[in-house]
């Protein structure tokens, strides 16, 4: 009988491993250029259990930092401060194109909000998120910042 209750144990931790890499881990890979995919559920699942969103714009972007505040509230999480710890860190930016050839009327990829765990670590290591916004160079930045985090309410939200 002890054997038996041995064996079964063993058998469990061994496979403990095997069921831990089947579970969805967040996270993002360099598609091409200014885009990357990211793995949706897994993201899902960490943007529902957080409650501490950290946002990050340039210090001169007051309107980004105002719309930035909006959608974490939209979303019912608290906005924390940057010394306080944050659940994970939103992070709003322009997509700089200086000394990029970019041929025809085509959309580019003009701006940019990533979203990082930190207990991941630091970098694109603990990256979970990106929303890339396309568009004409010549947007102004208001309507960058709007049309992007739109897009991004619209992925959350699973349109």
Excluded at 23 to 35: F, N, V
Excluded at 41 to 49: C, K, N, T
Excluded at 73 to 79: F, N, P, R, S
Aim: net charge neutral; aromatic share 8%; hydrophobic share 40%.
């Amino acid at each position: 009988m002890r054997r038996c209750l041995l064996i079964a144990m063993l058998f469990v931790f061994a496979m403990l491993p095997l069921c831990a890499q089947n579970a969805p881990q967040p996270g993002c890979t360099l598609e091409k250029t200014d885009y990357f995919q990211c793995n949706s559920d897994a993201f899902q699942h960490l943007l529902a259990v957080s409650k501490g969103i950290r946002v990050d714009t340039g210090r001169m972007d007051s309107f980004g930092r105002r719309q930035m505040v909006k959608l974490v509230a939209d979303l019912g999480k608290k906005v924390v401060a940057p010394e306080q710890r944050a659940d994970l860190v939103f992070e709003l930016t322009w997509i700089d194109r200086s000394g990029r050839i970019d041929f025809g009327p085509g959309d580019v990829a003009v701006a940019r909000l990533n979203i990082y765990d930190p207990s991941r670590g630091r970098g694109e290591q603990s990256l979970v998120w990106v929303e890339t916004l396309s568009g004409q160079q010549d947007l102004p930045w208001p309507s960058m910042v709007t049309q992007l985090l739109q897009q991004f309410q619209q992925h959350v939200a699973g349109e």
